[in-house]
């Protein structure tokens, strides 16, 4: 992580090797040709002129001392307000490279169910999706909700294109979404649910690699991006009917710097599941879910929960310090 600055994104530099994502140039021989236009590169061109796009410039390099490289990060659902057409086709571009990202699909939003969200207005889900001149490079999912008095962001799916993978593009998304959340709304903590290795079986993990990133490797991302994890159990309902639960989630924080310290109970965690998933009790079987984590967040309520490092245990799992070590072997 950088040194703290005055706000725990002022210090923030985002890199990426020094290669310009805007050139399009191919090589033949010892002659450079003419670039050669992507098929989709108006449709990302016209983005840019959209309410709900806004243009993201960041500098190369670990000291910020390379050439600058532009991406634009789009609101779907600012967008699906004022260009539906244009929302759904950005989606259809999009859906493919959030796929690829959450392989499995008990752990994803169906397309349709993307869909109905960003167009509800009771609801504030949202999904940056972030784009250069060729393609789609990333994007994130999150929403808004105030909880005892305290205005939190919750985000889920963050998913990076294979292509930009190993560039430092995750970092950019994650913290370039979590800003803007930070400065419309206020935010003073940003909760998010991520895989936790040591829940997963050994089916669970082969199917979670096909991303193209392990379990282990996904920790050590959020560990790096000052996320810490509520010693509680989690578990994530059925987004749709003929899904199932799963059970081998964590909640995590990040915290953003609020009025307070942030103190979190029993009773808090279960609101926050609340604000992420009771939009989906019309289209999804939750209800039984809901339950289930009533039941185990019982002992837990009302008193406040430990924030910890994501390479240790929660208290209600069985230790293994011996499979621990191993998966957190360099």
Same mark, same amino acid.
């Given at each position: 992580?950088?040194?703290?600055?005055?706000?725990?994104?002022?210090?923030?530099?985002?890199?990426?090797?020094?290669?310009?994502?805007?050139?399009?140039?191919?090589?033949?021989?010892?002659?450079?040709?003419?670039?050669?236009?992507?098929?989709?590169?108006?449709?990302?061109?016209?983005?840019?002129?959209?309410?709900?796009?806004?243009?993201?410039?960041?500098?190369?390099?670990?000291?910020?001392?390379?050439?600058?490289?532009?991406?634009?990060?789009?609101?779907?659902?600012?967008?699906?307000?004022?260009?539906?057409?244009?929302?759904?086709?950005?989606?259809?571009?999009?859906?493919?490279?959030?796929?690829?990202?959450?392989?499995?699909?008990?752990?994803?939003?169906?397309?349709?169910?993307?869909?109905? $969200?960003?167009?509800?207005?009771?609801?504030?889900?949202?999904?940056?999706?972030?784009?250069?001149?060729?393609?789609?490079?990333?994007?994130?999912?999150?929403?808004?909700?105030?909880?005892?008095?305290?205005?939190?962001?919750?985000?889920?799916?963050?998913?990076?294109?294979?292509?930009?993978?190993?560039?430092?593009?995750?970092?950019?998304?994650?913290?370039?979404?979590?800003?803007?959340?930070?400065?419309?709304?206020?935010?003073?903590?940003?909760?998010?649910?991520?895989?936790?290795?040591?829940?997963?079986?050994?089916?669970?993990?082969?199917?979670?690699?096909?991303?193209?990133?392990?379990?282990?490797?996904?920790?050590?991302?959020?560990?790096?991006?000052?996320?810490?994890?509520?010693?509680?159990?989690?578990?994530?309902?059925?987004?749709?009917?003929?899904?199932?639960?799963?059970?081998?989630?964590?909640?995590?924080?990040?915290?953003?710097?609020?009025?307070?310290?942030?103190?979190?109970?029993?009773?808090?965690?279960?609101?926050?599941?609340?604000?992420?998933?009771?939009? $989906?009790?019309?289209?999804?079987?939750? $209800?039984?879910?809901?339950?289930?984590?009533?039941?185990?967040?019982?002992?837990?309520?009302?008193?406040?929960?430990?924030?910890?490092?994501?390479?240790?245990?929660?208290?209600?799992?069985?230790?293994?310090?011996?499979?621990?070590?191993?998966?957190?072997?360099?």
């Amino acid at each position: 992580m950088p040194p703290a600055a005055d706000t725990p994104f002022h210090a923030m530099s985002f890199f990426t090797p020094a290669y310009d994502f805007r050139q399009q140039e191919v090589r033949v021989g010892r002659d450079w040709e003419r670039p050669v236009p992507c098929p989709d590169a108006r449709f990302f061109q016209s983005l840019e002129g959209e309410r709900a796009t806004h243009r993201i410039e960041r500098p190369c390099g670990i000291k910020g001392e390379g050439p600058a490289i532009f991406f634009n990060s789009t609101s779907l659902r600012v967008l699906m307000a004022d260009s539906p057409v244009k929302a759904f086709e950005l989606l259809e571009r999009y859906y493919p490279v959030y796929c690829a990202s959450f392989p499995d699909p008990d752990e994803r939003f169906p397309f349709d169910t993307i869909v109905r $969200l960003v167009r509800d207005s009771r609801f504030s889900i949202d999904v940056d999706v972030f784009t250069d001149q060729r393609g789609i490079i990333g994007g994130y999912q999150t929403h808004v909700a105030k909880i005892d008095g305290e205005t939190y962001s919750l985000g889920d799916y963050l998913c990076i294109d294979n292509r930009m993978k190993g560039l430092g593009i995750g970092p950019l998304v994650y913290r370039t979404t979590i800003e803007h959340r930070r400065d419309q709304f206020g935010i003073s903590a940003h909760f998010g649910e991520i895989n936790d290795p040591r829940l997963m079986d050994l089916a669970q993990q082969t199917i979670d690699k096909k991303s193209g990133t392990d379990p282990d490797a996904r920790l050590k991302f959020w560990s790096k991006q000052g996320r810490r994890m509520l010693d509680v159990p989690w578990v994530q309902p059925a987004t749709a009917e003929g899904l199932s639960p799963v059970d081998y989630t964590m909640l995590t924080v990040h915290e953003i710097g609020g009025s307070k310290p942030l103190m979190i109970t029993g009773e808090t965690v279960m609101k926050i599941w609340d604000a992420y998933y009771l939009p $989906l009790r019309h289209i999804a079987p939750i $209800l039984e879910t809901r339950e289930e984590m009533s039941r185990l967040l019982e002992p837990y309520r009302g008193r406040p929960i430990a924030l910890k490092n994501l390479t240790e245990s929660r208290s209600f799992m069985a230790r293994n310090d011996d499979n621990s070590d191993s998966c957190w072997a360099e």
